[in-house]
Every structure is written in structure tokens, then in C-alpha cells.
């Protein structure tokens, strides 16, 4: 069965870091691409970073682009986001997602794990 | 990285049929016959119901159903039901970013 568990989410203050994790399991991790996309409290999906399946190409959305980090490590299965410069509007329910081999579409997704950015 | 357009809200009675519109541009879903539909009820994950325009998941009903004509992607639910009422979320592949989404419909079953 594929998994996928986020964590890391945090009640942080304006201008902090985050670092935010996914474990995935019950699939070949290393062979495929990975996103990560948000949603923030009452609104709609925003997709925001993507990173290929080895790690050498990453694309992020504009709101994110120079703060934030994609990363991963295949050996262990984990897909990660560096967050910095963190600001109110990065408020939001962050999910990490499987995109279905050699397709175009998300077959997966973790049920989020929560970052709330607060003084 | 404006997002596709869906209509805020969509309503129909059990048992009736509804489309949601998803509007992009020439550069995603008008150019590739990558969009795709989740569904999303409250405070669980997002769920893929549609995936290249038309085509349903393993375990998704049949009332489900995609076209595309130009640039709009629709999502049709035929035969409505009260388990239906969700928001639903449409994506597109897009080649600077990869990924674009729509600000989501909320269906509500009367």
C-alpha cells in the first residue's frame, strides 16, 4: 500500500525556518517525481515545488521560488522542504504527492502536516 | 502563475447531472491533454477522480466523466449523489512550473 507521512509542521514566527519531512513507502521511491502542494485554511490547492525523481531538476512556484528548498534522499525514501523567510501567507496544510510514473497526474497524497506562521 | 478558473460553486438535486468548467490558457490546458480532477472532501486528502482529461482511476464510478473542448476542461457528474458533495480541484500540466491548479468548486447536493 503506498504512503506517504509528512511532518514537521509547527506554529513558527514570521521570518522563521521550517524543515518539513515526507516518509514514503509501499513504492519505488527513487523512481519516480515528487511534489510538494499547499492549501491554505478555506482556500484551494496551490502547487509549489516539484523535484524529479533523482534530484537534479526542481521547479518551484513564483510565491515560494528563492525561499524555499526541495530535497531528497532516496536511499531512505524521504522527500523533503526547506522552508525559510517564512511569512503569514505561508499559513497552510502542506501535502506531499506522488506523481504516477511516466504521467502527468497525482496518484497519491499524504494527509498534510501543518505549518501556522504567528507571532 | 495565474491559476485555472473554476466556478466557485456548483448545485444540483440527487440524481440530476452538473458540469464544472476549469478555464486555462493556450500554454496549459488548451496546449496538453494533461488535465485532471481530485476531489476533496472535508478534512481528508485530496482524491484523483480524472486524470488526461477523460480517463477515470481503478475504482472510480462511472458517473464521473471529462471533455475538453479549446481551452476549458469540464468535469461532469451524472446521477448525483449526496456522497458527491465535496469540492473539486482541477489541474494541468504546465511547462514552466509543471503544475498549475484550480481555485476549486464546492458541490453541494440539495
Known amino acids: 500500500e503506498v504512503q506517504l507521512v509528512e511532518s514537521g509542521g509547527a506554529v513558527v514566527q514570521p521570518g522563521g525556518s521550517l524543515r518539513l519531512s515526507c516518509e514514503a513507502s509501499?513504492?519505488?521511491?527513487?523512481?519516480?517525481?515528487m511534489h510538494w502542494v499547499r492549501q491554505a485554511p478555506g482556500k484551494g490547492l496551490e502547487w509549489i515545488s516539484y523535484t524529479n525523481w533523482n534530484g537534479e531538476l526542481k521547479y518551484y512556484a513564483d510565491s515560494v521560488r528563492g525561499r524555499f528548498t526541495v530535497s531528497r534522499d532516496n536511499s531512505k525514501s524521504f522527500l523533503f522542504l526547506q522552508m525559510e523567510s517564512l511569512a503569514k501567507e505561508d499559513t497552510a496544510l502542506y501535502f506531499c504527492?506522488?506523481?504516477?510514473?511516466?504521467?502527468?497526474?497525482?496518484?497519491?497524497w499524504g494527509q498534510g502536516t501543518q505549518v501556522t506562521v504567528s507571532s | 502563475q495565474s491559476a485555472l478558473t473554476q466556478p466557485a460553486s456548483v448545485s444540483g438535486s440527487p440524481g440530476q447531472s452538473i458540469t464544472i468548467s476549469c478555464t486555462g490558457t493556450t500554454s496549459d490546458v488548451g496546449r496538453y491533454n494533461y488535465v485532471s480532477w481530485y476531489q476533496q472532501h472535508p478534512g481528508k486528502a485530496p482524491k484523483l477522480i480524472l486524470y488526461?482529461?477523460?480517463s477515470r482511476p481503478s475504482g472510480i464510478s462511472k458517473r464521473f466523466s471529462g471533455s475538453k473542448s479549446g481551452n476549458t476542461a469540464s468535469l461532469t457528474i451524472s446521477g448525483l449523489q449526496a456522497e458527491d458533495e465535496a469540492a473539486y480541484f482541477c489541474s494541468s500540466f504546465r511547462p514552466d512550473t509543471t503544475r498549475v491548479f484550480g481555485g476549486g468548486t464546492k458541490v453541494t447536493v440539495l
Open positions: 504527492v506522488k506523481e504516477k510514473a511516466a504521467s502527468n497526474y497525482f496518484d497519491a
Open positions: 488526461d482529461v477523460s
Open positions: 509501499g513504492f519505488n521511491f527513487a523512481d519516480l517525481n
